[in-house]
C-alpha cells in the first residue's frame, strides 16, 4: 500500500473541464489511473469511443446524463457508472453548479492522452482559459485518434 500523487497532485484543463490526477497507471504498475474531473453545468465531453480502455465513474457531487449506446441514464451524487470499450458514449453535467466525478480509467494509457492535450493549471483561482476554437477540437480530435478513440463532431 501507498500513498499515491497526494503531494504531487496536476490539474489540466482539457475543453472546458478540469482533470486532476489522484494516482496514475506508473503508479499502479499499469493497472489503471483514477482522476477528479471538476465538470462546469451543462457541460461534458464529446460523444467517443474508446478501442482499448473501459472507463467507470463515481458520482461525487452533483447530477449528470450519461448517455452509453442508446441508453440515457440520469445519475446523482453517490452513484457508479461503467462504460466497456467500443461503445459510444458521453456524460453532461444537467446540475446549476460544477459537478464532480471520480474517473477510473483501466488500463491507464488514456491518461497520456489527458496530459498531451491538456493545459496544465498551477492556480485554479488565476487560471485563465483558452477560447474552445474549431481548431482545438481538431487537436483534441487527432490527438485522440492517435490513444485508439473516436470522437464525434
Avoid at 484543463?13 to 506508473?26: A, M, N, Q, R
Avoid at 457541460?43 to 452533483?62: F, Q, R, T, V
Avoid at 441508453?71 to 459510444?88: D, H, I, N, S, W
Avoid at 493549471?121 to 487527432?142: N, R
Amino acid at each position: 500500500m501507498f500513498p499515491a500523487s497526494q503531494t504531487r497532485l496536476k490539474s489540466l484543463w482539457l475543453l472546458g473541464d478540469v482533470y486532476t490526477v489522484k494516482t496514475s497507471g506508473d503508479e499502479t504498475q499499469g493497472r489503471y489511473s483514477v482522476w477528479e474531473i471538476e465538470v462546469p453545468p451543462n457541460k461534458g465531453p464529446p460523444l467517443h469511443k474508446h478501442s482499448m480502455e473501459d472507463e467507470a465513474w463515481y458520482i461525487l457531487e452533483g447530477n449528470f446524463s450519461f448517455l452509453y449506446g442508446s441508453k440515457v441514464t440520469k445519475v446523482t451524487k453517490g452513484q457508479f457508472m461503467y462504460a466497456p470499450r467500443g461503445e459510444l458514449h458521453t456524460y453532461k453535467n444537467i446540475s446549476g453548479h460544477i459537478g464532480k466525478l471520480l474517473l477510473i480509467i483501466t488500463p491507464p494509457q488514456f491518461e497520456k492522452f489527458f496530459e498531451e492535450i491538456g493545459i496544465p493549471i498551477d492556480d485554479k483561482l488565476l487560471f485563465q482559459p483558452p477560447p474552445i476554437t474549431p481548431t482545438l477540437i481538431e487537436d483534441v480530435v487527432k490527438a485522440a485518434a492517435k490513444y485508439g478513440v473516436e470522437i464525434i463532431t
